[in-house]
T-cell receptor, first 116, second 114 residues
């Protein structure tokens, strides 16, 4: 069973059409939730960290929110340059893989396409 | 400030050949990580180094070895490459403490094993 599930797998929007991406998680205790953007052929680029339910972070047209079971990445009036795959990752309290506190568990991503 | 750098960018190997992927970071981070990314599988942790002098297995360590050469450098070695190791490999680093757990990624190495 996946601990981090992102939906939808793919999302096609028209320029200016706002929408949201979802990341749900089932870890027993959340230390932090992270959003990344990945362009084709490149490494993931860090966007946001959220630590507690109710927290929100914003950057340009993106806003990330967090509840006890899921996070949303809201995209307001997207532009074609927002097209990318958006990855969500969680860090579990107590760590994993032998207790390391820095390890992240990644979802499979949402591929966003914004058409002009 | 280059962040995380990886070499090579592309590599083609024949089954059974060996190679080492190199990674370096200039952010004075304590922890470093190696991931592989396959279509439909997401990023999976191969090995990590929580601090200089330590390494540990991640989710998919079989067929790989690592060396934390110093605080800056973390290498990944394939001793006898197999077609199942065809993937994109990413190195990442983070501070590893004090609520600074976000990881910063390199540009990746695209490896094909024939």
């Amino acid at each position: 069973e996946d601990q981090v599930t992102q939906s939808p797998e793919a999302l096609r929007l028209q320029e200016g059409e706002s929408s949201s991406l979802n990341c749900s998680y089932t870890v027993s205790g959340l230390r932090g939730l992270f959003w990344y953007r990945q362009d084709p052929g490149k490494g993931p680029e860090f966007l946001f960290t959220l630590y507690s339910a109710g927290e929100e972070k914003e950057k340009e047209r993106l806003k990330a929110t967090l509840t006890k079971k899921e996070s949303f990445l809201h995209i307001t009036a997207p532009k074609p340059e927002d097209s990318a795959t958006y990855l969500c990752a969680v860090q579990e309290r107590g760590g994993n893989y032998g207790g390391s506190q820095g390890n992240l568990i990644f979802g499979k991503g949402t591929k966003l396409s914004v058409k002009p | 400030n280059a962040g995380v750098t990886q070499t090579p960018k592309f590599q083609v190997l024949k089954t059974g050949q060996s190679m080492t992927l190199q990674c370096a970071q200039d952010m004075n981070h304590n922890s470093m990580y190696w991931y592989r990314q396959d279509p439909g599988m997401g990023l999976r942790l191969i090995y990590y180094s929580a601090s200089e002098g330590t390494t540990d297995k991640g989710e998919v360590p079989n067929g790989y070895n690592v060396s934390r050469l110093n605080k800056r450098e973390f290498s990944l070695r394939l001793e006898s490459a197999a077609p199942s190791q065809t993937s994109v490999y990413f190195c990442a680093s983070n501070q590893g403490r004090s609520r600074s757990y976000e990881q910063y990624f390199g540009p990746g190495t695209r490896l094909t094993v024939t």
